[in-house]
């Protein structure tokens, strides 16, 4: 039978290719000028559920919550194994800062029903604020173990992990159901699937979350349309949503130049190294 488990993943705008247009006056991110990728450690949180899935068995429902364009990210999760993939979208949700975001999740994962384990990277490169999963986590009042290193052992009922901390790592056990986010050290994330990538190359969205949106295809269900839910058909409050919904504020933005202003040349030998690191002292780097 396996687990029963739902990935949690964010379309992030490219911080290879930010520019002087990345961020709008009221301090939000103006993602249109952007280049848009999935977010790099949901990739890992991702490849770690199939990996389960493979070890046990079980069935892999991937939500995101942003704009119809973040159907991009729910495409490459279906080329690389998900079995099952919802956009949740709506005006309502814009601006969300990570409160609001984690409310919006949590009604989500609520009506979906039954999970045994969530799991999400362990924090997004557009924010590096690495509270979504533990704020999921808390609203839905389960278990959580941050930056997943390893499976050391799962069931159907609980689950061994090591993670890292501060110091070192630990390992620790919890039952299910769990939310666990997985750090980039975690694993390799595969590539695509080629046969995947033909199947689903097509795919289009459904207006409703209603209706089954599995067929029948030879024994394992395929995704025949990409499941799209708003603000009313999850229940959530439009007033804690988006940026109605976050305390969190941004009061000022300012672009920040790094210009080179001196070049010092060290020589190979004991001395030069001698005296950078003096240097150094000196300017209390080290």
């Known amino acids: 039978m396996g687990l029963k488990m739902i990935v949690m993943v964010k379309q992030v705008p490219d911080t290879h290719n930010i520019t002087g247009d990345a961020m709008k006056p009221d301090g939000t991110v103006n993602r249109s000028k952007l280049p ?4 790099p450690e949901d990739l890992n949180a991702l490849e770690e559920a199939i990996s389960i899935k493979e070890r046990i068995g079980g069935h892999i429902t991937v939500i995101t919550m942003g ?4 159907v991009e990210v729910l495409k490459e999760c279906l080329y690389r194994g ?3 993939v919802i956009l949740v979208s709506d005006r309502k949700f814009a601006g969300a800062d990570t409160l609001a975001t984690a409310y919006t999740l949590k009604f989500t994962i609520e009506k979906i029903g039954h999970f045994d384990l969530i799991l999400c990277g362990r924090q997004a490169i557009d924010g590096d604020t690495a509270q979504v999963g533990p704020q999921v986590a808390e609203k839905l009042g389960i278990n959580q173990i941050s930056n997943l290193l390893e499976v050391l052992e799962i069931s159907e009922k609980e689950i061994t992990v090591r993670h890292s901390i501060t110091d070192g790592y630990e390992v620790a056990r919890s039952p299910l159901p769990l939310l666990v986010t997985v750090s980039s050290e975690a694993n390799q994330p595969r590539s695509p699937s080629a046969k995947r990538v033909m199947i689903y190359k097509n795919i289009d969205k459904k207006d409703d979350g209603v209706e089954d949106n599995l067929i029948q295809a030879n024994g394992p269900g395929l995704v025949q349309k990409i499941t799209e839910w708003d603000a009313d058909f999850i229940g959530a409050d439009p007033a804690i949503c ?3 919904g976050s305390p969190t504020k941004v009061k000022k933005v ?4 790094l210009a080179v202003n001196d070049i010092q040349q060290i020589p ?3 001395a030069g190294i001698s005296g950078l690191i003096h240097d150094l002292m000196n300017d209390h780097i080290i």
């Open 268 to 270: 190979p030998t004991e």
């Open 82 to 84: 998900a079995d099952d």
């Open 67 to 70: 704009p119809k364009k973040a």
């Open 254 to 257: 300012e672009n920040v130049v």
């Open 242 to 244: 988006g940026l109605a």
């Open 36 to 39: 848009a990728i999935i977010n």
